[in-house]
């Protein structure tokens, strides 16, 4: 393999990231949001806050993984359904108890910072240092919300 197809490849690694770290992050925005509208019970309050907080983080994430893919060249296909093909993080009903909601989307946000380190990762093999310190923000911010929603799950 010569260096440039070998240049080619890994620049699809890092595109192949961007999209699926987009992908489960327009998954998780919803699913937030869905559970901000359903939730119920004694902690209502502060999960109805706290999950609005997320998709609201994350709608702006959208923006920025979409608008970094197209600095690599790519073109979007900004479809739900293509999203849910490349997603580890999958839908859920939003009538669920509530402690199943936040141990749903802290698993959902360790998936997500595991994403962005595996993208920051690939990034830096081939230098993308823009990229990879975007990844890296990402993948802290989510590491802070799955602290977040699993302190509610604790005694
Ligand atoms: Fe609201």
């Not at 999958?90 to 380190?117: T, V, Y």
């Not at 993208?119 to 923000?137: C, F, P, R, Y």
Request: hydrophobic fraction near 45%.
């Amino acid at each position: 393999m010569s260096t440039a197809e070998k240049i080619v490849r890994i620049n699809a690694g890092v595109s192949k990231c961007l999209l699926v770290a987009l992908a489960e992050t327009t998954i998780a925005t919803l699913k937030s949001q869905n559970y901000h509208w359903n939730v119920t019970g004694p902690m209502f309050g502060s999960l109805h806050a706290l999950f609005q907080e997320i998709y609201e983080d994350h709608f702006e994430a959208q923006d920025l993984l979409a608008e970094r893919l197209r600095a690599q060249g790519e073109h979007i296909d900004g479809r739900y359904s293509e999203f849910l093909k490349v997603s580890a993080i999958h839908e859920c009903p939003g009538k669920i108890p509530a402690l199943k909601m936040l141990s749903n989307l802290a698993d959902d946000q360790r998936m997500l910072s595991d994403s962005l380190k595996k993208l920051a990762k690939v990034a830096d093999e081939i230098g993308d240092v823009v990229t990879s310190d975007m990844a890296i923000q990402r993948a802290g911010i989510h590491n802070k919300f799955e602290w977040m929603l699993r302190a509610h799950l604790q005694n």
